[in-house]
């Protein structure tokens, strides 16, 4: 299917998960508008490489492992207006993280990962790969993030609420910690069911997790001003 926004065009048909909402929330909350070098681990479509494209002068380097997708991607970033800053990596984030070298790490790295460890996979294998942890579990995320991350940058990915208690079972095992916290509540009264994170190298003393929330809808079923602030630079009818 094909997506316009205001300044790029998405065609997802190869691509395992289709853009949706959580993508471009995290696109367009993640604090990455002075990040230098951006990393887009399993870029997919091309979907958040192209929104920190939108909102910064980074090089983004996107890193996708499905051809089918990546071949998609390629095509999406070529016809952006940011082609000469977008560079795609057909390759796992395992393979690509041995042969990082200091000199390229990553100021910001964004991520909607795979998250589902157990219950029926997807019929579809693109999009299997792309929702469960197979591919990608919490600890090799973690891992490459570690890996990748300059020693003052942070990483933004976004989780359903119910991953979030193994995630942090894993995370207080990793070198690196939650800075912030934003609750994704889908409609007013309703509970968070969405995380959005922030994460960086651990400091000494620890620093406690800001917490915030975001509402993505009014009762009405319109977007919230919170909403509509967000994704304004994105979507055509705002």
């Known amino acids: 299917m094909a997506f316009t926004f205001k ?18 929330v995290l696109g367009a909350w993640a604090q990455l508008t002075a990040a230098k070098t951006v990393l887009d681990i399993g870029a997919g479509s091309g979907l958040l490489s192209l929104m920190a494209a939108q909102r910064s002068q980074a090089h983004i380097t996107s890193v996708e492992l499905d051809t089918s997708a990546a071949e998609a991607c390629q095509h999406n970033f070529h016809n952006s207006p940011w082609a000469n800053r977008l560079t795609l990596v057909n390759s796992s984030i395992q393979d690509f993280c041995q042969h990082i070298e200091y000199q390229e790490y990553f100021d910001h790295i964004i991520c909607n990962p795979p998250y589902f460890e157990q219950g029926t996979q997807a019929i579809q294998s693109q999009r299997a790969m792309a929702r469960h942890t197979d591919s990608l579990s919490f600890t090799a995320l973690l891992d490459a993030i570690h890996v990748c991350l300059a020693p003052q940058g942070n990483a933004s990915l976004i989780l359903p609420m119910q991953s979030m208690e193994r995630f ?5 095992h990793s070198p690196l910690s ?61």
């Open 168 to 172: 942090n079972e894993i995370l207080a």
């Open 178 to 238: 939650l800075i912030e916290i934003t609750n994704l509540i889908s409609i007013v009264g309703k509970s968070a069911n969405r995380v959005l994170c922030v994460l960086a190298h651990k400091t000494h003393p620890q620093i406690a997790p800001k917490i915030s929330d975001i509402t993505i809808r009014e009762l009405s079923g319109q977007y919230t001003q919170t909403m509509v602030q967000l994704i304004r630079d994105f979507y055509l009818k705002y």
């Open 7 to 24: 300044q790029f065009h998405i065609d997802d048909m190869n691509c395992g998960m289709a853009v949706g909402t959580d993508s471009v």
